[in-house]
């Protein structure tokens, strides 16, 4: 989604605003601009790429300004629709993220009263808004006319005749302050002030704030001031960088075995046979629970997916799984129901809408998510985190890996509360997932076997990927991975439901992986392949290692280490992530930013 | 000023231990030797580090992601043809002066700083050594390289060898474009003819350098690391744990219980140790290890994600990662003749040397000495008396 960042310090205002721009890009924009003011506001935008628009930036003196990437929703990608906007007078500039949602009845009215609009965007109605208000004081004119708007934003305005300060406010779109030693920031992201500071002040719906480059003042909804902590964050500048990898995406899936281990580290307890997660985590965890609703979207959606089998399976509460942006406007509030919440970067729009949504129904809520601080850390009940670092490749890979064991741990906990686990299952449980780390090296170590299958994709036009139980949601999140990155058509499909009409589809030129683990559905799965293979489409089989009949069946076999059922998933996930790495690759697809997708969606 | 460092080779001596990493990879006190480098390096106030991989480069880059500090750029050698061939591959990344090293071996700062800091255009680190012979030899007049010759066939009296770290001008490929055309791909031979066509090279003592050859010297290294290793104690030690010298262990560890430590040992982060367990000198465990109860491990490495089972005992032993080892299992030290790439090493002090991601059952003895390659299952209840090679099994 839309990147903003604002910076006011001792360093040259154009360096710091296109370093921090170029720290965003991973969330996908289709133009960037910064605002900058020396003797004057200036203003430059571009099309495309940010080093074309830092190639098209003369050498501009100046210690404050503001910057944006952005990704058209209201108005086509053009240098007038890109950020920062102007007032009429050229003096006070916005970047905004977000939708303004009464922006047409907004507009009316400023036109009738003179102001001249030259975008199609929502965004500009902001700027002829704090116009219309200033006074003399810019702080008063922006909380003046965000009691005008309705919908999300966050946004940054600078104005030539206060040139000292930047003013921020967010509602419902993050915006971040960052500190420094006489420098001071806003972002909307903490990594895109990694390089250089890591204290960072995190803003509330409804507060807007003030900085100069030697202080912070924030207010709340009522303009009254707030004193806010600072928090330190401990993820590395380095983190965000590829180190020697070609792309982000495939250092994320090597980062793996890694990431697992933090998942597991502190929180697994071999010799103790027990697990370990927040005290407020385990009170939530503890409370008569008849039913479990996990809500999110995308690659989340899925890993919660694969948590239903896993909860259902281990403790029998029955789970129901849900898409955010259905669960907000049409969800049950059970509540006697726990709600858990997936998402990567705690700020997805729609995940936040659905969590507000439980929150005030009574529910008691839960949140999965890998940023420690972010909106809906602070908005649930308790919040498990993910612990993987950031993750920069739009296709979800580490923390979907993740996300799946952090559900695994929440089920296991539950289990020995409720001592429907005996102690040596518990102990099964964590002898298997201790083993996950190797089998995931074992799987990377397969790397080029993989991508010599990829051949076999790279030139169709549609793939099915089919599974059973919890390879069904895998099979979902294999085409969902190969869709988003190499733009082939992809469906997961239940193995029973294939011939309830999918069937239609399959002609020899259709590939289809199988996933095939050796449970109670090894039969079942087998004949769907019998099935399939009758209409002469290529199979690929990702298949236990320990299997020796499945080579009869497949054309192709892709093996993963043998583990308990249930905990396969994450080995075959890793198959799948460099299947879809791999046919992208060969098909010469821009695989760290994929065409029209953002990695955090903060709009709904 | 920038350095390259070598990083792309195998290690085919230390195999079965280099057949999931690289060499520079393996574990010295808990940490990658390359990671001494890289430090070293970085301390002596270089900014860049170009990093020659190749062999299982994303084990490497994989690992040094959140290095911090200095800037590092990954150039790939695809074929492993030689030590100047790889140098030139990082050609286009180095302006004027530079230096060169090899990942494979320790060295210290000061060393390296008084490299950078020589006068003279080409300048090499060199030391003494007792085995000159399995090294690159060096005569020098005055601290000017005479002649460089690479493993000389009987055993002379000039005792000093290079350590293959050099101070460089980007000159230098001239003379190795050269030399790689004519199919030379070592970097001995480049500076041998260096010196033929007269140019001068200044040699430097080095003080602390370190060569890890053969499997057997990661323990005597080991034991010298784990003594300057910086000390720290992380995670939580349970009442009633006695720990004695210079111990360290990491964040998220549990040490339970009746566990007796003496240093030097270092325990990595999140592992378990106990209760009641013994670890003697010089020890180091990896991340996320699991130690049963009465287990008793001395002088040994024990790498990342390994499981040993209760009432084992290991003593001068390097166990890869990964490793998952049943109760009751015991590596015997003593004497042994060791064969490594046709080559024999009597040692007095050996335990077993076990590659990655090996399955151990319970009751299993490994003669002193003896090779376990990677992936090997081997069932409850064996002795093991021959080396085993990788992916077999013994029932």
């Known amino acids: 989604m839309c990147g903003i960042i604002g910076y006011t310090g001792h360093r040259a205002a154009n360096d710091v605003l296109i370093e921090s721009l170029k720290r965003l890009e991973y969330r996908g924009y289709d133009s960037a601009g910064i605002g900058i003011i020396g003797e004057k506001l200036e203003i430059f935008k571009e099309i495309g790429e940010i080093s074309m628009l830092q190639h098209s930036i003369p050498k501009i003196k100046g210690n404050l300004g503001i910057g944006h990437t952005r990704w058209a929703t209201h108005g086509k990608v053009s240098k007038e629709n890109a950020h920062p906007h102007l007032s009429c007078d050229k003096k006070i500039a916005v970047v905004h993220n977000g939708i303004i949602e009464n922006f047409k009845t907004l507009r009316e009215e400023l036109e009738n009263k003179g102001h001249i609009f030259t975008s199609q965007t929502d965004s500009e109605v902001i700027i002829h808004l704090i116009e219309e208000e200033y006074k003399g004081n810019l702080e008063q004119a922006v909380s003046s006319s965000l009691k005008k708007i309705q919908g999300s934003y966050a946004i940054v305005v600078i104005c030539e005749d206060e040139p000292e300060k930047l003013v921020g406010a967010r509602n419902e779109s993050p915006l971040v302050i960052g500190v420094g030693d006489n420098e001071n920031f806003f972002a909307s992201d903490v990594t895109a002030l990694l390089k250089f500071t890591n204290r960072?002040?995190?803003?509330?719906?409804?507060?807007?704030?003030?900085?100069?480059?030697?202080?912070?003042?924030?207010?709340?909804?009522?303009?009254?001031?707030?004193?806010?902590?600072?928090?330190?964050?401990?993820?590395?500048?380095?983190?965000?960088?590829?180190?020697?990898?070609?792309?982000?995406?495939?250092?994320?899936?090597?980062?793996?075995?890694?990431?697992?281990?933090?998942?597991?580290?502190?929180?697994?307890?071999?010799?103790?046979?027990?697990?370990?997660?927040?005290?407020?985590?385990?009170?939530?965890?503890?409370?008569?629970?008849?039913?479990?609703?996990?809500?999110?979207?995308?690659?989340?959606?899925?890993?919660?997916?694969?948590?239903?089998?896993?909860?259902?399976?281990?403790?029998?509460?029955?789970?129901?799984?849900?898409?955010?942006?259905?669960?907000?406007?049409?969800?049950?509030?059970?509540?006697?129901?726990?709600?858990?919440?997936?998402?990567?970067?705690?700020?997805?729009?729609?995940?936040?809408?659905?969590?507000?949504?439980?929150?005030?129904?009574?529910?008691?809520?839960?949140?999965?998510?890998?940023?420690?601080?972010?909106?809906?850390?602070?908005?649930?009940?308790?919040?498990?985190?993910?612990?993987?670092?950031?993750?920069?490749?739009v296709a979800a890979t580490k923390t979907f890996t993740s996300q799946m064991l952090s559900l695994l741990l929440i089920a296991l906990k539950i289990a020995t509360m409720r001592k429907e686990l005996g102690s040596d299952e518990i102990y099964s449980y964590i002898r298997n997932l201790k083993d996950i780390p190797r089998q995931i090296r074992q799987v990377l170590a397969q790397s080029d076997k993989i991508a010599d299958m990829a051949k076999h994709l790279k030139d169709a036009t549609s793939v099915f990927f089919i599974g059973r139980g919890v390879n069904y949601p895998l099979s979902l999140e294999g085409a969902l991975k190969l869709k988003e990155i190499s733009y082939i058509h992809a469906e997961g499909f239940a193995a029973g439901e294939i011939k309830h009409g999918p069937f239609a589809l399959l002609t020899k030129d259709t590939p289809v992986?199988?996933?095939?683990?050796?449970?109670?559905?090894?039969?079942?799965?087998?004949?769907?392949?019998?099935?399939?293979?009758?209409?002469?489409?290529?199979?690929?089989?990702?298949?236990?290692?320990?299997?020796?009949?499945?080579?009869?069946?497949?054309?192709?076999?892709?093996?993963?280490?043998?583990?308990?059922?249930?905990?396969?998933?994450?080995?075959?996930?890793?198959?799948?992530?460099?299947?879809?790495?791999?046919?992208?690759?060969?098909?010469?697809?821009?695989?760290?930013?994929?065409?029209?997708?953002?990695?955090?969606?903060?709009?709904? | 000023m920038k350095a390259v460092i070598l990083a792309a080779g195998e290690g085919k001596r230390l195999r079965p231990l280099t057949e999931t990493m690289p060499k520079v990879m393996l574990p010295v006190a808990n940490k990658p030797v390359l990671e001494y480098v890289f430090d070293a390096v970085r301390n002596s106030g270089i900014s860049e580090?170009?990093?020659?991989?190749?062999?299982?480069?994303?084990?490497?880059?994989?690992?040094?992601?959140?290095?911090?500090?200095?800037?590092?750029?990954?150039?790939?050698?695809?074929?492993?043809?030689?030590?100047?061939?790889?140098?030139?591959?990082?050609?286009?990344?180095?302006?004027?002066?530079?230096?060169?090293?090899?990942?494979?071996?320790?060295?210290?700062?000061?060393?390296?700083?008084?490299?950078?800091?020589?006068?003279?255009?080409?300048?090499?680190?060199?030391?003494?050594?007792?085995?000159?012979?399995k090294y690159g030899v060096v005569t020098a007049e005055k601290n000017i390289l005479k002649e460089l010759v690479e493993k000389p066939p009987n055993e002379t009296l000039k005792r000093f060898v290079s350590t293959g770290i050099y101070k460089f001008s980007t000159s230098i490929f001239d003379t190795i474009e050269n030399a790689t055309s004519q199919g030379d791909y070592s970097l001995s031979s480049v500076i041998q003819s260096t010196v033929e066509q007269g140019k001068k090279i200044s040699t430097i003592f080095a003080d602390l350098w370190m060569d890890i050859a053969y499997p057997w010297d990661f323990l005597s290294i080991n034991e010298t690391m784990a003594h300057s290793a910086p000390s720290s104690l992380g995670g939580s030690i349970e009442k009633g744990v006695t720990l004695k010298g210079k111990v360290s262990i990491g964040n998220n560890t549990n040490i339970y219980s009746g566990c007796y430590i003496v240093g030097p040992v270092i325990i990595g982060d999140g592992c378990e140790i106990g209760p009641n367990a013994c670890i003697f000198p010089s020890t180091a465990i990896g991340n996320n290890s699991v130690i049963h109860p009465f287990s008793e491990i001395r002088n040994s490495i024990i790498m990342n994600d390994v499981h040993i089972g209760s009432n084992s005992f290991i003593s001068h032993s390097i166990v890869g990662r990964g490793n998952t080892i049943g109760h009751n299992f015991s590596s015997m030290m003593g004497k042994s003749t060791m064969e490594v790439e046709g080559e024999f090493k009597k040692l007095d002090d050996i335990g077993a040397i076990v590659g990655a991601d090996c399955s151990i059952g319970s009751h299993v003895v490994i003669d002193p000495g003896k090779i376990i390659g990677t992936r090997c299952t081997l069932g409850s209840m064996n002795r093991i008396i021959k080396n085993v090679s990788s992916n077999s099994k013994v029932m």
């Open chain 1, 513 to 604: 992986v199988a996933i095939v683990t050796r449970d109670a559905t090894y039969d079942k799965i087998i004949s769907n392949i019998g099935e399939i293979k009758a209409r002469g489409p290529q199979i690929i089989a990702i298949a236990d290692e320990k299997d020796t009949e499945i080579e009869k069946h497949a054309d192709f076999v892709l093996r993963f280490p043998t583990n308990t059922g249930l905990l396969s998933c994450v080995s075959i996930t890793v198959i799948l992530q460099l299947l879809a790495y791999h046919v992208a690759k060969l098909r010469g697809c821009s695989i760290d930013k994929p065409r029209n997708l953002a990695k955090s969606v903060t709009v709904e």
């Open chain 1, 200 to 393: 960072v002040i995190y803003l509330d719906d409804g507060e807007h704030c003030v900085i100069t480059k030697n202080s912070i003042h924030i207010f709340d909804r009522n303009n009254a001031e707030i004193q806010k902590k600072e928090n330190t964050i401990e993820w590395d500048f380095n983190d965000a960088k590829k180190s020697g990898f070609p792309h982000f995406m495939l250092k994320e899936i090597y980062e793996q075995p890694n990431s697992v281990q933090r998942v597991l580290r502190g929180r697994v307890l071999e010799i103790n046979r027990s697990i370990e997660l927040p005290d407020n985590v385990e009170r939530l965890l503890s409370d008569t629970i008849d039913s479990i609703h996990i809500v999110a979207c995308g690659t989340s959606l899925y890993s919660g997916m694969v948590g239903k089998y896993l909860i259902e399976k281990i403790t029998n509460i029955p789970v129901f799984v849900e898409m955010s942006s259905e669960y907000r406007y049409f969800g049950t509030k059970d509540r006697s129901s726990l709600v858990v919440f997936i998402t990567q970067s705690g700020e997805t729009a729609d995940t936040l809408g659905a969590l507000k949504k439980a929150k005030n129904a009574g529910n008691r809520t839960l949140v999965v998510t890998n940023v420690i601080g972010s909106t809906a850390t602070r908005i649930a009940d308790g919040f498990v985190l993910t612990q993987c670092g950031p993750e920069i490749g």
């Open chain 2, 49 to 133: 580090i170009i990093v020659v991989v190749g062999y299982k480069k994303e084990v490497i880059m994989e690992y040094f992601r959140e290095y911090d500090g200095i800037d590092i750029i990954y150039v790939v050698q695809d074929k492993q043809l030689g030590t100047a061939h790889a140098l030139l591959q990082a050609k286009k990344h180095v302006i004027d002066s530079f230096i060169v090293l090899s990942g494979d071996n320790i060295i210290d700062q000061k060393s390296i700083s008084k490299l950078i800091h020589n006068e003279s255009e080409y300048s090499m680190l060199v030391k003494e050594n007792l085995h000159p012979s």
